[in-house]
């Protein structure tokens, strides 16, 4: 049998060392020597010895978080020896690493794809959010050193916070946990209803101190998953961006 269907650079991606790495660009592949979390729905495929646990929102606590807020990740364990196969509706997915108890990323919740249990994670609401309660003033904060996989809706961008910083919060993935956040009405910055007629939302995020956002190129909600686009490979996940 021949066909470019089974060129190399389809094949199964094989490597000695377990966790999280990318198959291609949109497809993620986690060598299961124990347990990881992944998003509800996420598996497209899985080899070996894998079993499957609903997770909710992460324990009693997250889950009325998520219910208050409308934000959250609704998890499932998968525990076991084996190959699983993780994707989004063909999102791109890029894998970030965390160093260390004081290397922490804010991520919003519908752009998480998997990520290692060594890492902690909480819901908390954005600081200047006060008592909104859209979609955004909510998001997922993680801590302490692991990989986590990450969805965007097309290639993104990597803005380096030095200045005064301002984003729809649909568009954005995620940031450094240090930086400073504010909500704004967007008649407040001088956009009248601009924002408002694309992508629903009134509001806007400010960013300042020292660190960074990453921006997608899509305002559109992301409902419980991040979406597809963008054709980009990306080799070594987003770490590459930020150098």
Known sequence: MRSELFAASNMEQESAQ?????QNSKLLKVELRGEIFARVGSM?????????????????????KQKLTGEGVPLMKAVG???????????????????????GLTINGANVLAFEPTLQW????VQGAGMF????????????????AVTCKGTPVVLRVDQPTYADPQAAVCWSAGLQTG???????????????????????????????????????AGLGAGGGGQQQQQGGLGSLFS
């Open 44 to 64: 497209v495929a899985y080899q070996g010895n894998v079993q499957f646990q609903a997770q909710g929102s992460g324990g009693l606590g997250k889950f009325l």
């Open 18 to 22: 377990p966790g999280l790495r990318l």
């Open 183 to 221: 909500y704004h009405r967007a008649d407040q910055l001088g956009l009248g209803t601009l924002i408002g007629r694309t992508t629903g939302e009134a509001f806007t995020m400010s960013f300042a101190g020292q660190g960074f956002v990453v921006v997608q190129p899509s305002e559109q909600p």
């Open 133 to 148: 309660s859209a979609q955004g003033a909510f998001n997922t904060v993680f801590s302490g050193q692991g990989r986590i």
């Open 81 to 103: 020896q084996g190959d699983v196969f993780l994707a989004d509706n063909a999102s791109d997915i890029y894998l970030i690493d965390l160093e260390g108890p004081h290397d």
């Open 122 to 125: 909480d819901i908390k609401m």
